[in-house]
RNA sequence: GCUCCCUUCGUCUAGCGGUCCAGGACGUCGCCCUCUCAAGGCGAAAACACGAGUUCGAUUCUCGUAGGGAGCGCCA
């Protein structure tokens, strides 16, 4: 039999991390052991699913890289089978017929819990042996063992037991007609031959009811392994409030795919004192049976230190790219002028954590100075001796020969040396004059960046505003 | 309430009975480098939730306690 995972999302909302990671897990699973990757949009909730969402989570795994070799495949376009093996449990009297209200089941809840009992059905209609009839409430339930245990063994989890008489005779087909989650997996991950369910561990106590269902269907249930959660940086459940959720609001903050998936891969596994990891070692030396039990905590931190990590060494002209994608949302267009991209990545990878940033950092080569500092101004400009020395900067600039970071380096220091002063008091007024600010790359690359006759303007108009 | 699950530095983790007065990484702090900011180098502080067992010996095994989480839907 070959190796089977999936991925089987609900189309509610986008793609969260915590579903990214999931993908993530069964993707390399899959491809650790040479099987197949499954997509699957369990979309059987007609009223939380959504067309908008199914898109979100395609565009998500697409960025991610986390192509399935399967699918996707779309659980509504699958009734006519959930209603074949209803009808095959029905007949083999492994389901029934059930007609309680809603409200009837609220109050059967309710009175169970005021008894200390767990909320569960009845089972009242199990054994009346009625005849089906037409009603608004009629639903199919399962006929669930009512004694003995399930066991199995997960794969993240280890050994989990349940008692059968914890379990009650959950609903297969709702009242619609439309089948309810726990039986819909179980049909679809039988015919679609899943060996190995990975998924939440919010879903472990749905398992043991599943496995009955698959005896029930006389098939043999899959491997399962239960992911722990991802919490947010405070503890508390990854919601809105902490930001990003959606993994496409990710490339949005600039960061690259590579480094969340990195950064997701590490959460709840690792692989000795290693931290970097290039998608070939992930698919090699991922083991879903080495993955921790217990919650972790999402901190952007790290997750900055390896986006970084990743700008610094990935080929410049990828980064650069993705670069520009970033600086026209910022309404930049570097193909019309200024410097180019994979110049602006060089100077700038080892100072910014993320793209955004670094097409922000990027906008004073790209546009005019917005906003002066003016601290750095009265520092700097309006220092003894800055215009002149600013004048001198200008006229070996203009005379320069070729328009390089090596050239524009000799240059000031040639001019250091001159006046025996430290780079500094030329760099400094230099950095000023051309960005406004006093943080900047090495002012080569910053002189550079801006161009010959920009840098001159620039220069010149700096030297008015000392004067002033 | 009931059932199930979890618990090593602030965070992610290594550890699978002695190698641990617990290792790595992020973050923090200090020093070095230095034209600013970074990056980089070096170094420091920082953890086995608690209590019983088992054992010659427990971070590692068992059981409790405490704390946390999940589920208990005609939602997935």
């Known amino acids: 039999m070959t190796f089977r995972t999936r991925f089987a999302p609900s189309p509610t909302g986008y793609l969260h991390i915590g579903g990214a990671r999931t993908a993530l897990y069964c ?12 997509l699957r949009v369990e979309d059987t909730d007609r009223d939380r699913s959504t067309d908008a969402a199914v898109q979100a989570i395609l565009d998500g795994m697409s960025w991610l890289g986390l192509d399935p070799d399967e699918g996707p495949f779309f659980q509504t376009q699958r009734m006519e089978r959930y209603r074949a093996v209803a009808q095959q449990l029905l007949d083999a009297g492994k389901a029934y017929w059930a007609y309680e209200s809603k409200e009837e089941l609220e109050a059967m809840r309710a009175a169970a819990m005021a008894r200390g009992d767990k909320p ?34 997960d794969k993240v989890k280890g050994r989990i037991e349940w008692d059968n008489a914890e379990l009650d005779d959950l609903v297969l087909v709702r009242s619609d007609g439309f089948p309810t989650y726990n039986f819909a997996v179980v049909v679809d991950d039988i015919d679609m031959g899943i060996t190995e369910v990975i998924r939440g561990d919010d879903h472990v106590n749905n398992t043991p009811r599943q496995i009955n269902i698959y005896h029930a269907l006389n098939a043999d249930a899959p491997a399962f392994a239960h992911l722990p959660m991802i919490l947010g940086p405070d503890g508390q459940k990854l919601s809105k409030r902490h930001g990003a959720v959606g993994v496409m609001q990710y490339r949005e903050d600039g960061y690259l795919p590579h480094a969340l998936l990195n950064y997701l891969v590490r959460l709840g596994w690792s692989h ?56 026209n949302r910022l309404g930049i267009d570097p193909s019309i002028g200024g410097p180019c991209p994979v110049d602006v990545v060089i100077a700038l990878r080892d100072r910014v954590q993320t793209l955004k940033e670094m097409a922000e950092r990027a906008r004073i080569w790209y546009a005019p100075i917005r906003e002066w500092d003016e601290k750095a101004v009265a520092k700097h400009l309006r220092a003894d001796g800055a215009a002149e020395v600013l004048g001198a900067a200008h006229a070996k600039f203009a005379e320069l020969k070729e328009w390089s970071p090596q050239a524009i380096h000799a240059a000031i220091e040639e001019l250091a040396n001159e006046r025996a002063m430290g780079m500094g008091k030329i760099a400094q007024p ?39």
């Open 272 to 327: 000795g004192d290693r931290e970097i990891f290039s998608i070939g070692e992930m698919i090699e030396l991922f083991d879903i049976s080495d993955v921790n039990q217990s919650a972790s905590r999402f901190d952007f931190a790290k997750l900055g230190w390896l986006n970084q990590q990743y700008l610094k060494n990935d080929n410049p002209l990828e980064i650069a790219s993705e670069l520009a994608w970033h600086l």
């Open 120 to 153: 569960r059905y009845s089972g009242a209609y199990r054994d009346r042996d009625e005849p089906c009839r037409e009603d608004p409430n009629r639903v199919l339930r399962f006929r669930n063992p009512r004694d003995g245990r399930v066991v199995f063994d």
């Open 27 to 38: 993707w390399l699973e899959a491809r650790h052991r040479g099987g197949q990757f499954i």
């Open 430 to 468: 230099l950095r000023v004059a051309i960005t406004g600010t006093q943080v900047s790359p090495s002012i080569e690359q910053t002189v550079y960046l801006a161009g010959r006759d920009e840098s001159l303007r620039r220069i010149d108009d700096a030297i008015d505003k000392a004067a002033k």
